[in-house]
């Protein structure tokens, strides 16, 4: 931010401070008399209040006095007193109009003090009659009572005001003391901005300050480097009045300062000579805004002059014109001289150098452009020398040799120098010239530049062109007929020599003229040992006929061959078979002889072999086998080859069976028809091997049963069906035979059945009838019997009872038996229905039957869990029953019926006991006890039929398992059965 | 309608229809019982003009020439017959029976028991169920 604009914000903002405190101030004033006018106010009323109790306080003198005295004199203050009440009292009500409060104490006092005043006039009027009376009156202390509440009202009224009084001047107080704060702080703000405004504008002085002194320095500074610097500066401006030169210059001129400033113009500082080029320059300098390197010269006071090098710019308006320039002088003597010098040299020099006769050049040894060249050469080229200087000799194309520059050039740089070197040079009219050239490398100037120094030679040199040419050419053409036959014959070398082939050349009489070097690797010849060799020796015996004839064949016609396959000699006596061709070329005259090609074939003669040996092997194999061998097209199912057994089984010859109808060999019993036929081909063609039975018709017309094996393979190369036929006649005949006594068997056991079922029926029928007719006459006996005893039993006596009871107990007992015996009877036709037993269950629902409440004794009945089994059920319950039944009873003679029941896992079956503490039985009988209708005990002692046990052990056995049962006369038996885990 | 006869029993086996009769009167189930012998017997005292309608019919199944399924089943099939009850008293336990004449709509099957004193139990039962505790329709 600049500074000005830091200092005015800083100046308005000390400017609000002031105004906001005017302000503040002004009202603080305001408030404060206010509050001064509020507490005078407050004094008054407090003066005014008291004046009022003073004056009732005279009254009350004055009344008290008369009283007393009855003196009227005393009613004077009195009387003057009440006057001066009412208008104190009207002053107080005035003053106190601002404090309601306060008012209405007052109007209360009012009518206080009138009670007061009418006391008064009371005790007045009452002393004007007597003192008494008035004494009295005052005694009664009205009046002072009355006083005492004025007073009080006034004083309360009074603590009142002063209360405000007190607050009213600490508000005042309080006012004061904050507005002496505000304007504190302000104060002080306000010296902090005019103390920061000050730092600023000081430091920005002491700034600017030091900015002029640092510009006055270097002032000072470029004054001087420009007055005295080693070359001159002057400005000239549009008229070219010099209006500024520096010491230099001056000294230089020899003016003193004021002659020259703004007092001549630069023409007249320079010598006539040069005024164009200052004209033009100045010009120049206008237009173009610079000029460089101007050469001057100048002219001193004292008449003499220098050369000088004058470089300027101009200093331009705004409008583009030129108002002054910036002109160096550098004083250009010395320079000057030597530049004369030089140019001396550079002339003796330049005319040596243009008018020698020799041909002379100057090259840029870099680049080897041109950088002179003498009138001789330019000539003796054929260009002007401008056409030369600047380019090289390649662009001038002179070389007539131009690869040889480069050698030419490392030579020379090499060296230094080269000489007598000869060169082909073209003219600029494309004649070839020759010259002898000198040639050597010198700095010039500071670059290596080629001098060269030639002369004409090309007359010599044309003469020995020519010969060398032609003895080149010569010797080139020789040579190249020599290569090419050269190269020829190494080609065709190399074909031969490095071909595996055995290659000769041979006479028709068999001399080997040639042989290749594969002879020598195949046969184990030396090539020497070849040369000698007639080669018919070479080949073997049965061979020899052969060859000869073959040869006769092309002897006599050139170029015809033969191709044959023979055996050769190998020298360690093996015989090597060859094959290869032998051509007739004895009237090419460049061979001349019988040109045989052959190679090895032991390798492949070994392979043959054992393809051929494999293939006779195979086909003994396929002739042979014991199945006979088919094979069919796949499409059509045609026959394409047969082996021998084919023929031997169906009695047609092999030819027979490739070309007879194939209906011949069907039967077209259904199953095996030509289409069931062709089906299974197709499938197998598929991919899908078949293997079946199949009828098929010989050639006597007899039919056979195979086997067959379709299978699809590849042969010689095409997918075709291998069939082999396997003859199973006899298998056949078995089959058919088991066949029929199957199904004789089957016929039998349906019969069977039927019978087993007819005897079944009859069985049941019997049972049904046993137990319904053989049962009816048992009721009547045993009913008759009971009439008997019911009815006419008074008739009978002792005996006659028992006879009549035996009658029926053995009627019972016959009725038991045919119910048994038909349940055993029942058992063995019923079937078995097995399923999870609770053998618990079963147990406990068998206990529950059998021991009722009417016919229970003194039972103990153990259940040892049970292990549920697989049975069936209705049977297992019968065994129960028997067993339990059993225990019962014969445990029925005891004072306690003991009774365990309970079961063991064992392996693969469970075994469940019963025991009882009854009568138990001798182990000597233990194999009767299962027995039907045996019994080990009397029936006077434990009826019974006997059938019981066997009926059990029937039901166990059927289910797989075993019973059996110890025993100990009168101490009890225990009767195990297993039942098989399912 | 003619109610002399109370329990109409057909069976064949004298011995047994002895001890039948003797049970009932014993038990003075019913005053007039008429046993008859064989199923035709029976049918023709029902189905003849007289219109009998005993109190209960007790019928052995097993019986010549017409056996108690036939006179079941002619019974049953008749409208006014129908309303008697019909308890078959037979030795025969077979399933089949029992499931045909169930079928036909027998009131009771009995198989009778072996054992004398079973039998007289068994038909005191019956009579007395029948005659007794049953509440018979008016025609009968």
Redesign the interface.
């Known amino acids: 931010m600049r500074l000005e604009i830091k200092l005015a914000i800083g100046f308005l903002l000390t400017l609000s401070i002031f105004v906001a405190l005017s302000v503040y101030t002004y009202l603080t004033s305001k408030e404060q008399i206010e509050s001064s006018r509020w507490v005078t106010h407050t004094n008054e009323v407090l003066y005014s209040s008291q004046r009022l109790l003073t004056v009732v306080l005279d009254a009350e003198t004055g009344y008290r006095g008369f009283v007393l005295t009855g003196n009227p004199k005393f009613l004077e203050p009195y009387l003057n007193s009440t006057d001066s009440i009412k208008g104190r009292l009207a002053e107080l009500l005035r003053l106190s109009a601002d404090n309601s409060l306060q008012q209405a104490k007052i109007k209360k006092l009012a009518v206080v003090i009138n009670e007061k005043i009418k006391w008064g006039e009371q005790v007045i009027a009452a002393r004007q009659f007597s003192f008494e009376d008035a004494s009295n009156l005052v005694t009664s202390l009205k009046g002072k009572k009355l006083m005492d509440e004025i007073r009080g009202m006034v004083r309360d009224f009074q603590t009142e005001e002063k209360r405000l009084l007190v607050s009213r001047t600490a508000e005042s107080e309080t006012q004061i003391y904050n507005f002496s704060n505000v304007t504190l702080i302000t104060r002080i703000l306000i010296v902090i901005i005019l103390l920061t405004m000050y730092w600023m504008v000081f430091v920005n002085l002491n700034a600017r300050r030091q900015a002029e002194a640092d510009l006055r320095n270097m002032s000072a500074e470029i004054r001087d480097l420009y007055d005295n610097a080693p070359c001159g500066y002057h400005s000239v401006n549009v008229h070219g009045l010099v209006v500024e030169m520096n010491e230099t210059e001056l000294r230089w001129l020899g003016y003193p300062r004021e002659e020259v400033i703004n007092k001549l113009t630069l023409n007249d500082l320079i010598t006539e000579a040069t005024y164009p080029v200052l004209e033009e320059n100045f010009l120049l300098l206008k237009k173009r805004g610079y000029i460089n390197n101007v050469a001057l010269e100048f002219k001193r006071k004292d008449g003499s002059s220098f050369p000088s090098i004058v470089s300027a710019t101009a200093i331009v308006g705004a409008a583009g014109n030129f108002l002054r320039s910036r002109s160096t002088v550098f004083d250009n003597t010395d320079r000057k001289e030597a530049e004369e010098k030089i140019k001396e040299s550079e002339r003796m020099f330049s005319m040596l150098f243009y008018k020698s006769p020799v041909m002379k050049a100057i090259m840029e040894a870099s680049t080897g452009n041109y950088i002179e060249v003498n009138d001789a050469l330019a000539d003796f080229l054929g260009h002007t020398k401008e056409e030369i200087v600047g380019k090289t000799s390649i662009e001038l194309n002179m070389h007539g040799h131009p690869e040889k520059r480069e050698q030419i050039i490392k030579n020379i740089q090499k060296n230094g120098f080269v000489r007598e070197l000869e060169m082909q040079l073209n003219s600029k009219d494309g004649k070839a010239r020759w010259v002898s050239t000198n040639v050597d490398l010198v700095n010039l100037n500071g670059k290596d530049c080629f001098l060269s120094a030639g002369i004409d030679i090309t007359a010599r040199k044309e003469a020995e062109e020519k010969i060398s040419q032609m003895n080149s050419e010569l010797g080139k053409l020789v040579e190249e007929k020599t290569q090419k036959v050269i190269a020829n014959e190494k080609r065709f070398r190399s074909m031969i020599e490095r071909n595996s082939d055995m290659m000769t050349l041979a006479t028709p009489d068999g001399k080997l003229l040639y042989s290749s070097p594969s002879l020598t690797s195949v046969l184990g010849y030396s090539e020497e040992e070849l040369s000698t060799i007639p080669a018919f020796e070479l080949i073997h015996p049965d061979d020899v006929h052969g060859l000869m004839e073959q040869m006769q064949q092309i002897i006599n016609t050139a170029g015809k061959s033969f191709y044959r396959q023979h055996r050769l000699l190998h020298k360690d006596g093996r015989w090597i078979w060859c094959e290869g061709s032998v051509t007739n070329l004895i009237n090419d005259p460049s061979i001349g002889a019988l040109v045989s090609n052959f190679r090895d074939i032991t390798e492949r003669k070994q392979i043959e072999e054992a393809i051929k040996l494999a293939e006779a092997n195979y086909r003994e194999i396929f002739e042979n086998a014991t199945d006979a061998i088919y094979v069919h097209e796949i499409e059509t199912g045609k026959v394409l080859e047969v082996n021998q057994r084919a023929s031997e089984i169906t009695g047609y010859t092999k030819e027979e069976l490739l070309t007879t109808n194939p209906h011949e060999f069907i039967t077209n019993q259904p199953e095996y028809t030509f289409e069931k036929a062709i089906d299974y081909i197709q499938k197998a063609g598929a991919g899908e091997p078949q293997l079946f039975e199949w009828l098929s018709k010989k050639k006597d017309g007899s039919f056979n049963w195979f086997e067959v094996n379709l299978k699809r393979a590849s042969i010689a190369g095409k997918e075709r069906i291998l069939a082999f036929f396997r003859e199973i006649n006899d298998r056949k005949k078995a089959q058919l035979e088991i066949q029929k006594l199957n199904d004789e068997l089957e016929h039998k056991v349906v019969q069977r059945t039927a019978q087993l079922e007819t005897v079944n029926k009859e069985l049941e029928a019997f049972t ?1 009838s046993v ?2 007719d053989l ?6 006996v ?6 008997l005893k019911e009815d006419y039993g008074n008739n009978l006596d002792k005996e006659g009872h028992r006879v009549t009871q035996v009658i ?1 107990s053995n009627a ?1 007992r016959m ?1 038991q038996l045919i ?1 048994d015996l038909l349940d055993f009877s029942r058992l063995g036709r019923k079937e078995l229905r097995k399923a999870n037993l609770n053998m618990d269950e079963i147990v406990h629902g068998v206990l529950r039957e059998l021991i009722t409440p009417e016919n229970w004794r003194h039972h103990e009945v153990k259940v040892i869990q049970l292990k549920p089994s697989h049975a069936d059920q209705s049977m297992l319950r019968q065994v129960w029953t028997n067993l339990i039944s059993n225990a019962l009873k014969y445990s029925g003679k005891k004072e306690v019926t003991k009774i365990e029941i309970g079961s063991i896992d064992e392996n693969g079956h469970t075994c469940y006991y019963i025991s009882d503490n009854g009568a138990g039985f001798d182990m000597k009988y233990v194999d009767k006890l299962f027995s039907v209708f045996q019994r080990l005990h009397r029936i006077s002692d434990f009826e019974g039929t006997g059938v019981g046990l066997a009926l059990v052990k029937r039901i166990i056995q059927r289910h797989g398992g075993t019973v059996w049962a110890e025993g100990k006369i009168n101490e009890g038996a225990k009767f195990y059965f297993t039942l098989p885990h399912n | 309608m003619n109610n002399t006869v109370e329990i109409l029993l057909v069976e064949d ?1 004298p ?2 229809a ?2 039948t009769i ?1 049970t009932l009167k014993k038990n003075n189930l019913a005053n007039h019982i008429l046993h008859l012998e064989d199923g035709q017997e029976a049918l023709d005292y029902l189905f003849n003009e007289e219109n009998k309608m005993p109190r209960l019919i007790l019928l052995d199944l ?1 019986m010549p020439r017409v056996d108690g399924i036939e006179v079941l089943r002619k019974l049953k099939a008749d409208e006014k017959k129908r309303v008697i009850p019909v308890v078959v008293l037979t ?4 399933e089949r029976d029992i499931i045909e004449t169930y079928k036909l709509g027998v009131n009771a099957y009995i198989v ?6 079973q ?2 139990k068994a038909v005191t039962q019956v009579g007395f169920f029948w005659m007794v505790l049953n509440q018979p329709p008016a025609e009968i």
């Open positions: 049904y137990s319904h049962r009816a006459p048992l009721r009547s045993v009913g008759y019997a009971q009439i029926i019972n009725g119910d | 086996n011995d047994d002895g001890m003797r097993k030795s025969s336990k077979e009778k028991p072996v054992d004398f004193d039998f007289v």
